[in-house]
Nanobody
Framework: HVQLVESGGGSVQAGGSLRPSCAASETTYRTHCMGWFRQAPGKEREGVGTVDSDYSIRYTDSVKGRFTISKDGAKNTLFLQIDSLKPEDTAKYYC???????????????????WGQGTQVTVS
């Protein structure tokens, strides 16, 4: 069982930056696929991107350019750098993980066995 704990959300003004993180209880190499999702009030969950055990990163087209996913394998931690924040980025951000064998946002959305509790990002 993998525990995922997100932190690093907050309230910021438009144009600012945040860097939520997700600490995993298992080595991130073993959790073959990790990724970020977000869900705004009244909206469906939206995928942000994924990173696999080889550090290959994929982004959802709608977030390319302002979102950067990174992973620190030594610390078993996943990061999401969000720049030039907009009010429409307001959402709860979740990380998810699965042992694979595949790694893309559709696969993770349907099959992820492990989810964090989320961290709130509010942009005004």
């Amino acid at each position: 069982h993998v525990q995922l704990v997100e932190s690093g959300g907050g309230s910021v003004q438009a144009g600012g930056s945040l860097r939520p993180s997700c600490a995993a209880s298992e080595t991130t190499y073993r959790t073959h696929c990790m990724g970020w999702f977000r869900q705004a009030p009244g909206k469906e969950r939206e995928g942000v991107g994924t990173v696999d055990s080889d550090y290959s990163i994929r982004y959802t087209d709608s977030v390319k350019g302002r979102f950067t996913i990174s992973k620190d394998g030594a610390k078993n931690t996943l990061f999401l750098q969000i720049d030039s924040l907009k009010p429409e980025d307001t959402a709860k951000y979740y990380c998810a993980a699965d042992f694979g064998p595949y790694c893309n946002i559709d696969y993770l959305a349907r099959r992820a066995n492990f989810w964090g509790q989320g961290t709130q990002v509010t942009v005004s």
